[in-house]
């Protein structure tokens, strides 16, 4: 009965765990998407409330490890239970991240000047909506132990990187031929970075749903997001 009555608390445990894993993905996925269409329109009011949900994802990621140091003191986890425990602890470390990359944009909203002639605006959402994906998608691979859509994610993290590139070159040739947008230019260059470093986080975290439900790393793209 005793050992029954452990294997029950723990898989309640691991349930919790994965459940404040997927509300933490889900705040930062809104506060992506949010923040850049506060930063498209100029909303003052809904750049405030990303910044303001920020507080509760950096809470669930205080309240998931403090449950996944008390998994392993108490329930001494082995082999594939540990491992997923690990995995939780620094996927929740990566959302956080992602939040303040989402918090960092929202703050940026109102520092975008004469946004209905500045036309790099317009350059941005396609970028953040592959990067949204990309955290929606590895969040989805996290609650289904979709190793296969894990590796989809890591793949798709070269088209970021190859929106940011172009948005920097024109970014770079607007500012030269437009002086006078020079800090706008500069804001938005901040913003894309901050979308870059979003999918970069989102193939951290897809590494370790792979490693998670594999056993074996993604050697390819280990080191990505290191750098």
């Known amino acids: 009965m005793a050992s029954e009555h452990t294997v029950k608390a723990f898989d309640e445990d691991i349930t919790r765990l994965r459940g404040m894993i997927a509300e933490m993905g889900g705040l930062a996925e809104v506060s992506i998407n949010e923040a850049m269409e506060a930063l ?41 239970d540990l491992r997923e425990v690990i995995a939780a602890l620094k996927i929740a470390g990566v959302i956080e991240r992602i939040g303040d990359y989402a918090k960092n944009i929202a703050k940026s909203a109102d520092k975008i000047k004469g946004r209905r002639q500045f036309e790099p605006l317009t350059l941005v959402p396609a970028m953040a909506e592959l990067a949204s994906e990309m955290v929606h998608d590895v969040l989805t691979a996290y609650a289904a132990r979709d190793a296969e859509l894990a590796r989809e994610v890591v793949e798709r993290d070269d088209k970021v990187d190859a929106f940011y590139e172009s948005i920097f070159r024109n970014l770079v040739s607007h500012m030269m031929e437009n002086p006078s ?47």
Not at 50 to 77: G, Q
Not at 194 to 201: A, C, L, Q, T, V
Request: charged share 30%.
């Open 181 to 227: 947008t020079i800090s706008s230019a500069a804001q938005l260059l901040f913003v894309a970075r901050n979308i870059e470093r979003i999918g970069d986080h989102a193939t951290n975290v897809a590494e370790m749903v792979y490693y998670a439900a594999t056993g074996a790393y993604l050697t390819d793209k280990e080191d990505k997001g290191q750098q």
């Open 40 to 80: 498209v329109r100029g909303n003052k009011e809904l750049a405030q409330s990303v910044v303001e949900r920020d507080r509760r994802i950096d809470s669930l990621e205080a309240e998931i490890d403090k449950l996944a140091v008390r998994i392993i003191a108490l329930r001494a986890p082995m082999a594939d």
